[in-house]
């Protein structure tokens, strides 16, 4: 009788990896959200938009830019970059809270946070995609 050796492969997944798997998930779910009513024409978010005197215009491609990086952020090649584009985007509604709406810009504020983190831990995916 032969005997077959079997080789068992075992998965190390540190606590870090799965706390930044839930950080994306969040930031998916409310970029995603949040991108599908400025696209579906919510009432609050035609209002703001209207408020800025844009247009609804930047509205369509702030919405389109949201689910774009909600979607990027489940592309483990894509994730830094699309959390990296989804802070960027937080700092610009940051900024338009405080300056030009008059409201707090505390939500923003803590999405550009933890969009950054996601970046920050994310960095060596980004310098990859740049090295190209």
Not at 47 to 73: C, H, N
Request: proline share 3%; aromatic share 8%; charged share 10%.
């Amino acid at each position: 009788m032969s005997s077959i050796g079997t080789t068992v492969r075992t998965w190390k997944i540190q606590p870090g990896t799965i706390g930044l798997w839930i950080l994306r998930l969040v930031l998916t779910a409310e970029f995603a959200a949040a991108g599908i009513m400025k696209l579906a024409g919510n009432e609050q978010m035609v209002a703001m938009f209207g408020e800025l005197g844009t247009g609804q215009w930047l509205r369509y491609a702030v919405g389109v830019l949201e689910i774009a990086g909600a979607l990027g952020l489940l592309i483990p090649r894509l994730c830094g970059l699309a959390a990296l584009g989804l802070a960027a985007l937080m700092t610009g509604a940051a900024l338009t809270n405080a300056f030009v709406l008059d409201v707090s810009p505390a939500v923003p504020l803590a999405m550009l946070a933890v969009a950054g983190l996601v970046a920050w831990f994310r960095r060596s995916t980004i310098q990859a995609l740049f090295r190209r």
